[in-house]
């Protein structure tokens, strides 16, 4: 690719060729040399789609829930783009293409386009490129993006940090696997789909993940009340109610999420002024943003590290940290000690955001690849469940290219007494 040619097919791109748009996907997954100038281009034209994450277990019936909302979407007058996770083949590597087929008859829509990507053996659900594809699809005006997971296990939750709003299809008779599962892909879904409501079971099943929702925080507290809603492939019912929750989600939380922190977040990502040298968090008028300004500047560790806050709300916070020689190990790369610092401040921020003192007594960490002098780290924590006295909160840590990094997570202790 020449220097001239990410400008030119970002330039098609944008004037609405399909084929530009093909060309420019094929480039990002690839790993093309002009992929990096390419994703340049189109960056400031990201911020305007919804990402519409769908996961869940093997067989849950995902890319049956996803044809059921594409037929949705289209009779409203929607456009809609789908990235398709499939598993690859073990002789050529690719995708086996079945989630694709499965949709095949909105496939030749023109409101609709459907791209399958090959996981490549990765472990999360999703492939090493499905950001940057994001990325491709959100820059060429598409206003509905949904990312269809591989299926998903207990852990495989890399859709966290990637998409708006998170679906999760259960299928019916899930039995003791609701307690197995509740503490990975159940605990961030904004919205729950029981999949073959038909079946016998899928009563009990929609019964069952009310009751574990009943565990979260408490309807009226202010946060979001996550729906469970059963739907039917075969009876045609349930898809209306779904696209339905997914816009009072968008409504609710907004879009652009996973741009917090770049230049480009977005219309509907909340605004942020650049701190002043040597301040740990940046300006903003919340009520949480506030608090957790008076918790950084208290806090001598935190001045010391270069953590700054790029924004917050109740229950979550995204931080951000430039690492230096200062921030290596002995083998040049980031000492583990430094993420462990940004991901354990960031799940502490979210934790004692609402006010009332939060103490931690339970954490694990994984780290994913290595970081260097030079890297941008940034964290978001977001609360996965709370109760009257434990919340559990969830970091996710990647660099400032949308690669994961690390991933913790914690349970805290909620005290009776509060900040202020």
């Known amino acids: 690719m020449t220097a001239a040619a ?7 791109l944008r004037g609405g060729d399909r084929l530009a748009l093909s060309r420019a996907l094929s480039v990002v997954e690839q790993g093309h040399p002009g992929a990096g100038a390419l994703l340049a281009e189109l960056a400031p034209h990201r911020g305007g789609a919804q990402v519409i994450g769908v996961t869940g277990p093997p067989g849950a019936g995902k890319s049956t829930l996803v044809h059921g909302l594409l037929g949705e979407w289209l ?21 086996l293409l079945g989630d694709r087929v499965r949709m095949g008859t909105h496939g030749a829509h023109p409101g609709v386009f459907i791209r399958s990507v090959a996981s490549r053996g990765r472990q999360g659900a999703l492939s090493p490129t499905t950001a ?3 990325d491709v699809l959100d820059a060429a005006g598409f206003p509905l993006i949904v990312v269809e997971t591989v299926g998903a296990g207990q852990a495989e939750v890399d859709i966290l940090s990637l998409a708006d709003t998170r679906i999760v299809a259960c299928p019916p ?26 079946l016998p079971q899928a009563a009990l099943t929609v019964r069952e993940l009310r009751d574990m929702l009943q565990l979260r925080r408490p309807a009226g507290s202010g946060g979001w009340v996550v729906p469970v809603v059963a739907t039917s492939a075969r009876q045609g019912t349930g ?12 409504a609710w939380a907004g879009q652009g999420h996973r741009l917090a922190g770049t230049a480009a977040a977005g219309a509907t990502a909340t605004a942020q002024r650049q701190a002043s040298p040597g301040h740990p968090i940046a300006a903003t008028d919340s009520e949480e943003g506030r608090r957790i300004g008076r918790l950084m500047a208290a ?12 924004q917050a709300g109740p229950g979550w916070v995204e931080l951000a940290l430039e690492l230096t020689a200062e921030h290596l190990n002995f083998n040049g790369s980031c000492h583990g000690g430094v993420v462990f610092t940004l991901a354990d401040t960031a799940f502490g921020l979210a934790a004692n955001s609402r006010g009332a003192v939060a103490a931690g007594i339970d954490a694990h960490i994984t780290f994913q690849r290595p970081a260097r002098a030079g890297d941008r780290l940034l964290a978001r924590a977001e609360e996965v469940s709370r109760t009257r006295r434990l919340a559990v909160v969830r970091v996710d840590v ?23």
């Open 173 to 198: 008779g899930l039995g003791d696997e609701v307690q197995a599962l509740k503490a990975g892909i159940l605990e961030i879904a904004d919205v729950l789909a029981v999949t073959k409501a038909d």
């Open 75 to 95: 009779a409203q007058g929607r456009q809609v783009a789908v990235l398709a996770v499939d598993p690859s083949s073990p002789l050529s590597g690719g995708a």
């Open 299 to 310: 806090d001598p560790w935190v001045r010391r590290s270069g953590i700054r806050c790029l």
């Open 132 to 134: 940057g594809l994001v």
């Open 239 to 250: 898809v209306d109610e779904l696209a339905a929750a997914a816009e009072a989600h968008r």
């Open 398 to 420: 990647r660099l400032a290219d949308g690669r994961p990094l690390s991933t913790f997570t914690g349970t805290v202790f909620i005290a009776e007494q509060r900040h202020d």
């Open 6 to 12: 990410p400008h030119e097919l970002a330039r098609r």
